[in-house]
């Protein structure tokens, strides 16, 4: 069974529309790239299988784990076991990260969190993912560098451990190390009884990574689908024969 079925999803953004028949398979232990110059849909797709309130469906299906969640609110979804991180992470002055995260994992797990366990694995991820462990207790994402803040999403997807984890532009403005540091993070959540989707408009993310498909989006529709091999592909033609 698969894990997310995407069948033929149009989605509207203010009366536009931005995708136009999306089909899309993910089964469990599979790493997916979606590829695409900026405009194309990619984080349309994201939210769209959120559910975020400010993109509308107009056609089309997105079934989690054989149940049809169209209609579900968000956090309803993500408690179903879906993870997105996103390309400009939220400021919350006055949260700290490790509030933050004891919150999250109570709502998405709905069981108290055992405080002292809880901090032993927020101090083994962070030093696995180079962090600074004083951040640990600064508010969330305040006044952190944007290598910081891509780290602490990867952070997040690992303490959540979620069904789906889907990484919106993650490599986004990261250096190479940062990029090499948030690679190490999707192997280590990553395994047979769980999937990743990674959205991307360049291929840097992949320098580092091995993944099992890579699909082209432009205009709104998926054009192509294939191995990384089409990743680079794109990193030395760019989109042009796909537009």
Known sequence: ???????????????????KGINL???????HVIMGPN???KTTTANAI???????KTNGDIVFEGEN?????????????????????????????????????????????????????????????????KNIERSLNVGFSGGEK???????MLVLN???????????????????????GIEMFKNNDNAVLIITHNTKILHSLKVDYVHILVNGKI????????????EGNGYSKYK
Do not use: H, W
Request: charged residues 30%.
């Open 69 to 133: 969640i169209n209609n579900l609110k968000t956090d309803e979804i993500a408690r179903k076991g879906v993870f997105m991180s996103f390309q400009l992470p939220e400021e919350i002055p006055g949260v700290t990260v490790t509030n933050f995260l004891k919150y999250a994992k109570n709502k998405v797990t709905g069981k108290p969190v055992k405080i002292f366990e809880f901090k032993d694995e927020l101090k083994k991820y962070m030093e696995e993912l180079n962090m600074n462990s």
């Open 223 to 234: 054009v192509k689908t294939g191995s990384q091999e089409l990743a680079k592909e794109i």
């Open 39 to 41: 405009g194309s849909g």
């Open 162 to 184: 979620p069904k789906l984890a889907i990484l919106d532009e993650t490599d986004s403005g990261l250096d190479v190390d940062a990029i090499k540091t948030v690679s190490k």
């Open 150 to 156: 891509k780290k602490n999403e990867i952070l997040q």
């Open 25 to 31: 398979k993910i089964k469990k232990g599979e790493i």
């Open 1 to 19: 069974m698969n894990l997310l079925e995407i069948k033929d999803l149009c989605v509207n953004a203010e009366e536009k529309e931005i995708l």
């Open 50 to 56: 959120l559910n975020n309130p400010a993109y509308t």
